[in-house]
């Protein structure tokens, strides 16, 4: 066996074949020989996605195993197995038993793979805490991250604290309030609201430390170090689709395993000076504020509840006014409509690092984030006035499942910038061709309705004389819908309904008068769509903020550039997830992965 400091080697056996194996500082690489010494295939590991090596055979699925014979030792890395229904690539737990000619040449390797593990894959984390939401998704959370995660972060030597929720906000209370010292990141077992919790307490108790205000809209924030990591057991879990490409609980414990890293952007909304949310995948006004509201009513159907709510929302057929002003970011960056896909290691992110943080180390970032905001003038701000079906402000593609490209496609994780999509007033085919094309690979922006801007900020105002038209004034119209019917019935029983009467004149098939929709009381099931939707329609929607219905209609949005880091590398692009940045020498740094 030759040792030094970048290389090992040795000849080691796979069941009855023999190998030469080769330890470098970034693969591990093992090719068959055949009889006559000559070499066959060779299977390469990047040290950066080793797992962890084990004296003797080990089997960690379905249960630990370990048969612990002297000469051999197991190696686990990360394995990609196909695509998944996602975007994305899969990850698995790859497994291989090595057999070596003597005790002591194992215990070389064992000793050897570690310490590359420690000195070339340093930003692995040793200590996390763990929030489980048992009462996510499908209800799920525990029996997911013990049969499928815990087991890997103890191959991987990780230690893990785990908190299972008890209530709402439980986890961001303990981030924001709780002694962290030791932990390198937070995880979240649950969908995107328990994302949301994380989001909030490491922004704020970054903020805190570094003696900032969350509240000044115009203020700049500290960006956090504290990463967070998503097992995905919710709902939609759009953020973790979103950044790694397929919702799989496996993949993303080994993206955290390995201490991967992809920067966020986040947009803070406030309301005059209070900040009111932060949100990552979609601030929402009209029909995505309304599917949210209605879904919220069925939660007992669990995920399908945003199904339901959308059928609803949709023949429902709503639209509202507003003014929505915006600060257009750099067009010549990128463009929404560019065509381009924000892939792992993505160049308009990585240059949005370097404008970011220009000159940056990690010493320095705050004193350098503060350049994003006195070196450049905020640009003009641009104004549009009118009726809108939805207004949708996203800092990322916001995939999910439902929607495999999202809601922006040609959004960037990381760039500093957030997609701002209005749709304008249309009649029913026309949104609905919009929605079903967020379904395929159809471009959802060409459409004589719709309009895309790239952004770094947005305001939204209601019409002069709409009175405040805060979210509980929503709630009340929508709870007026009995009386009011009842007092249609008696007063106008030949009037049509509001969806017969309204511009579009789309949804003929809901059309009926109040005498013929009965009163409350005595409808059938069928007339509930018309109790729904043919009350007088609110003025005013509420803001749907990652899957929460905020307390305001009136708000301002600005988005911080990578102010959090997740455990996660963007979606992989199978082609380029071969030789893409493992060797720092390659990107020289300068990737999104290795720049910080
Ligand atoms: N123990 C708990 N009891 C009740 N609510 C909780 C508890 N723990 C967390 N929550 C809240 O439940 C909400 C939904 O959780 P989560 O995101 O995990 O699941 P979900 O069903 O996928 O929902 P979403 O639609 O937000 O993705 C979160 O906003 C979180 O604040
Ligand atoms: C004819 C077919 C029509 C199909 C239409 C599909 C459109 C899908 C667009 C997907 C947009 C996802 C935006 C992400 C929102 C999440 O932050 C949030 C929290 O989980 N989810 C919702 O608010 C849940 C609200 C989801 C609304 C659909
Ligand atoms: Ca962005």
């Given at each position: 066996m030759e040792i030094n400091t970048l290389k090992v080697e040795s000849s080691l056996w796979i069941g009855n074949k023999r190998y030469r194996a080769a330890l470098s500082a970034w693969y591990f690489s093992w090719t068959e020989l055949d009889k006559k010494n000559r070499e066959k295939k060779t299977v390469s590991v990047r040290v950066s996605e080793v797992i962890g090596v084990e004296d003797?055979?080990?089997?960690?699925?379905p249960q630990k195993k370990v048969e612990d014979t002297d000469r051999d030792f197991t190696l686990f890395y990360v394995k990609r197995s196909g695509r998944g229904s996602g975007q994305g690539v899969l990850w698995s737990l790859g497994r291989t038993q090595f057999s070596c000619p003597s005790r002591d040449l194992r215990d070389q390797w064992v000793t050897q793979v570690r310490t590359a593990l420690k000195t070339h894959s340093p930003a692995r984390p040793h200590r996390l805490l763990v929030f489980i939401n048992p009462f996510g998704g499908k209800r799920r959370g525990k029996q997911i991250f013990h049969s499928l995660v815990a087991p890997l972060f103890e191959l991987a030597g990780i230690s893990s604290h785990v908190v299972v929720t008890e209530r709402a906000n439980q986890a961001r209370d303990h981030i924001l309030k709780k002694d962290l010292t030791g932990f390198d990141g937070v995880v979240c077992v649950g969908g995107d609201g328990m994302f949301s919790e994380l989001l909030h307490g490491v922004i704020g108790r970054t903020q805190q430390e570094a003696g900032l205000?969350?509240?000044?809209?115009?203020g700049v924030l500290q960006p956090c170090d504290l990463h967070i990591g998503i097992i995905p057991a919710g709902s939609t879990d759009c953020v973790c689709f979103a950044t790694v490409g397929v919702n799989d609980p496996v993949t993303s414990a080994l993206h955290i395993i390995i201490g991967d890293s992809q920067p966020l952007d986040v947009c803070a909304v406030h309301h005059q000076s209070s900040l009111v949310r932060y949100s990552v995948s979609l601030v929402g006004y009209g029909f995505y504020g309304d599917v949210l509201a209605e879904s919220e009513r069925h939660r007992w159907m669990g995920p399908l509840r945003y199904d339901y709510s959308g059928c609803m929302m949709y023949l429902c057929n709503r639209s509202y006014q507003g003014t929505v002003q915006f600060l257009l970011a750099d067009p010549g960056l990128s463009s929404p409509r560019d065509k381009t896909r924000c892939l792992s290691g993505c160049r308009v992110c990585s240059e949005s690092t370097e404008r970011l943080f220009p000159l940056s180390d990690s010493c320095s970032l705050y004193s350098d984030k503060l350049s994003q905001y006195?070196?450049?003038?905020?640009g003009e701000w641009m104004s549009v006035s009118g009726r809108f079906k939805c207004i949708s402000l996203t800092?990322?593609?916001?995939?999910?499942?439902?929607?495999?490209?999202?809601?922006?496609?040609?959004?960037?994780?990381?760039?500093?910038t957030g997609d701002l999509i209005l749709v304008r007033d249309t009649n029913a085919l026309g949104f609905l061709t919009y929605l079903h094309r967020h379904t395929t690979s159809q471009d959802q922006f060409d459409l004589p309705f719709v309009e895309v801007h790239r952004v770094k900020a947005v305001k939204f105002t209601l019409p002069?004389?709409?009175?405040?038209?805060?979210?509980e004034k929503y709630e009340r119209s929508e709870q007026n819908t009995e009386e009011e019917e009842e007092e249609a019935v008696m007063e106008h029983p030949d009037k049509p309904c509001v969806h017969e009467s309204s511009k579009s004149g789309s949804l003929q098939h809901l059309a009926c008068t109040a005498k013929e929709r009965g009163a409350p009381g005595k409808r059938k099931t069928s007339d509930f769509l018309c109790g729904l939707c043919c009350s007088?329609?609110?003025?005013v929607s509420v803001w749907n903020c990652d899957g929460e219905i905020l307390p305001h209609t009136e708000i301002s949005c600005r988005v911080h550039g990578q102010l959090v880091r997740l455990y996660a590398r963007g979606i992989e692009d199978e082609a380029r997830a071969v030789g893409l940045c493992e060797d720092s020498r390659d990107c020289k740094g300068k990737c999104v992965l290795h720049s910080r």
């Amino acid at each position: 066996m030759e040792i030094n400091t970048l290389k090992v080697e040795s000849s080691l056996w796979i069941g009855n074949k023999r190998y030469r194996a080769a330890l470098s500082a970034w693969y591990f690489s093992w090719t068959e020989l055949d009889k006559k010494n000559r070499e066959k295939k060779t299977v390469s590991v990047r040290v950066s996605e080793v797992i962890g090596v084990e004296d003797g055979r080990v089997e960690i699925q379905p249960q630990k195993k370990v048969e612990d014979t002297d000469r051999d030792f197991t190696l686990f890395y990360v394995k990609r197995s196909g695509r998944g229904s996602g975007q994305g690539v899969l990850w698995s737990l790859g497994r291989t038993q090595f057999s070596c000619p003597s005790r002591d040449l194992r215990d070389q390797w064992v000793t050897q793979v570690r310490t590359a593990l420690k000195t070339h894959s340093p930003a692995r984390p040793h200590r996390l805490l763990v929030f489980i939401n048992p009462f996510g998704g499908k209800r799920r959370g525990k029996q997911i991250f013990h049969s499928l995660v815990a087991p890997l972060f103890e191959l991987a030597g990780i230690s893990s604290h785990v908190v299972v929720t008890e209530r709402a906000n439980q986890a961001r209370d303990h981030i924001l309030k709780k002694d962290l010292t030791g932990f390198d990141g937070v995880v979240c077992v649950g969908g995107d609201g328990m994302f949301s919790e994380l989001l909030h307490g490491v922004i704020g108790r970054t903020q805190q430390e570094a003696g900032l205000s969350e509240h000044d809209p115009s203020g700049v924030l500290q960006p956090c170090d504290l990463h967070i990591g998503i097992i995905p057991a919710g709902s939609t879990d759009c953020v973790c689709f979103a950044t790694v490409g397929v919702n799989d609980p496996v993949t993303s414990a080994l993206h955290i395993i390995i201490g991967d890293s992809q920067p966020l952007d986040v947009c803070a909304v406030h309301h005059q000076s209070s900040l009111v949310r932060y949100s990552v995948s979609l601030v929402g006004y009209g029909f995505y504020g309304d599917v949210l509201a209605e879904s919220e009513r069925h939660r007992w159907m669990g995920p399908l509840r945003y199904d339901y709510s959308g059928c609803m929302m949709y023949l429902c057929n709503r639209s509202y006014q507003g003014t929505v002003q915006f600060l257009l970011a750099d067009p010549g960056l990128s463009s929404p409509r560019d065509k381009t896909r924000c892939l792992s290691g993505c160049r308009v992110c990585s240059e949005s690092t370097e404008r970011l943080f220009p000159l940056s180390d990690s010493c320095s970032l705050y004193s350098d984030k503060l350049s994003q905001y006195s070196d450049q003038s905020e640009g003009e701000w641009m104004s549009v006035s009118g009726r809108f079906k939805c207004i949708s402000l996203t800092c990322m593609s916001s995939s999910c499942p439902k929607s495999p490209l999202g809601l922006s496609p040609s959004a960037h994780l990381a760039d500093g910038t957030g997609d701002l999509i209005l749709v304008r007033d249309t009649n029913a085919l026309g949104f609905l061709t919009y929605l079903h094309r967020h379904t395929t690979s159809q471009d959802q922006f060409d459409l004589p309705f719709v309009e895309v801007h790239r952004v770094k900020a947005v305001k939204f105002t209601l019409p002069p004389g709409e009175d405040s038209g805060e979210a509980e004034k929503y709630e009340r119209s929508e709870q007026n819908t009995e009386e009011e019917e009842e007092e249609a019935v008696m007063e106008h029983p030949d009037k049509p309904c509001v969806h017969e009467s309204s511009k579009s004149g789309s949804l003929q098939h809901l059309a009926c008068t109040a005498k013929e929709r009965g009163a409350p009381g005595k409808r059938k099931t069928s007339d509930f769509l018309c109790g729904l939707c043919c009350s007088k329609p609110p003025a005013v929607s509420v803001w749907n903020c990652d899957g929460e219905i905020l307390p305001h209609t009136e708000i301002s949005c600005r988005v911080h550039g990578q102010l959090v880091r997740l455990y996660a590398r963007g979606i992989e692009d199978e082609a380029r997830a071969v030789g893409l940045c493992e060797d720092s020498r390659d990107c020289k740094g300068k990737c999104v992965l290795h720049s910080r």
